[in-house]
């Protein structure tokens, strides 16, 4: 009897240890959640609109408890769901706040609720610095008008849900990619001073947010940042040394060389590469085509909603700045790295057609901007 009484108190305290384990285990995967406010549920009808009417806005889906300080540095960016397994390398490189519009339709709603919950209880870093906003196309609303999340307390981090069939942004079905709409909405919920505009597939070299804090630029300044492709097969260098070491071996080259050169020379790269100071700044005149990415006060990025898809959509609120009298600077430590070279083949099918449609309205814009401008500048 007595032994049976052994088993029983023995099986009785690993039940509890299990269970102990288990609340444990629990507590843990939880606060990783706990560390920001998730919204589960609202009516897609009360979400408010785009100025066109074609959209609904549903910002702050996950907000942060971290809050950086006003005079500070935030990332905007933007992608599909398919895009958003980069929001963890994102993190792992920017250790600042940072800002994601995400565009899908309601019928997707779950796919997006996996891959949100997934980044928030696998990555603790995205749960605690990372806010998540949505773009939906009013045309395509979600069953029964709601959208709903929930919070699954057991994910298993070894499996990753973030692979939804990795396509171009652009390359939807039937459906346009509101790239601006989706910057601006990145844009309004970030508190900081200062925005680097990025897009998703884009990171950050290291320090580089540690380097540039000490250099913010002030009204109408732009801190433009080297942009490079590096080959798909190698590591992201962490410094510019390992860069330069790289670019001489052929696996790192100036960003968008083979498709649009002119788009990035006048960041003058090799006058970057020369200067081996540890902080140098050297300024340079704006023109057609640059488009530079560059980190600037808030209030100077307003992206003008009507570019959708492919072309001209950032150039567009790079004229824009130029008008009002914006300068640029480059700035000669950090770098911003593409995984992967930018060629033709990369394109999804329809690019040409977005390309020129945005060339027209762009040739629009520039008009309308220089009815409102008084200065000599041109774009």
Not at 44 to 72: C, G, H, M
Not at 131 to 148: E, I
Not at 239 to 251: C, G, R
Request: with cysteine; aromatic share 14%.
């Amino acid at each position: 009897m007595k032994t049976v009484q052994r088993y029983a108190l023995f099986f009785a305290i690993s039940i509890c240890g299990i269970i102990a384990f288990g609340l444990i285990l629990l507590r843990t995967k939880l606060k990783v959640i706990n560390d920001g406010v998730l919204t589960r549920n609202i009516l897609f009808q009360n979400l408010p609109e785009s100025k066109d009417n074609r959209y609904k806005l549903w910002k702050n889906i996950w907000t942060p408890v971290y809050q950086p300080s006003a005079y500070d540095i935030g990332i905007a960016t933007q992608c599909s769901i398919n895009n958003l397994f980069y929001v963890a390398d994102l993190v792992a490189s920017w250790p600042g706040t940072i800002s994601v519009a995400v565009f899908f339709e309601g019928s997707k709603l779950k796919e997006f609720e996996e891959s949100l919950l997934f980044l928030l209880h696998c990555h603790k870093d995205v749960a605690r610095r990372v806010s998540f906003h949505a773009v939906l196309p009013l045309s395509r609303p979600p069953f029964n008008n709601l959208l709903r999340l929930t919070e699954k307390k057991f994910l298993k981090c070894d499996k990753n849900v973030l692979n939804h069939g990795r396509k171009l942004n652009y390359d939807l079905e039937m459906l346009s990619y509101p790239v601006n709409l989706l910057r601006n909405t990145a844009i309004s919920t970030l508190k900081t001073s200062h925005i680097l505009l990025i897009d998703i597939d884009i990171i950050p070299s290291s320090n580089l947010y540690y380097d540039v804090i000490k250099w913010l630029p002030q009204d109408l300044e732009a801190l433009v940042i080297p942009i490079f492709e590096i080959k798909e097969s190698h590591n992201v260098p962490l410094t510019k040394s390992e860069l330069l070491s790289l670019w001489q071996k052929n696996q790192v080259r100036p960003f968008y060389i083979e498709l649009c050169k002119k788009c990035q020379e006048l960041t003058d790269y090799q006058q970057w590469k020369r200067n081996d100071a540890m902080v140098s700044i050297f300024s340079i005149n704006w023109s057609y085509p640059w488009e530079p990415f560059f980190i600037s006060q808030k209030e100077n990025f307003v992206f003008d909603e009507r570019f959708e898809q492919y072309g001209f959509n950032r150039v567009s609120q790079i004229c824009d700045f130029h008008l009002r009298g914006g300068r640029f600077k480059i700035y000669n430590n950090g770098f911003l790295l593409h995984k992967g070279f930018k060629v033709t083949s990369s394109f999804y099918s329809s690019k040409n057609v977005d390309h020129l449609r945005n060339k027209i309205l762009y040739k629009k814009l520039k008009l309308e901007l220089y009815s409102k401008q008084n200065g000599s500048r041109s774009c």
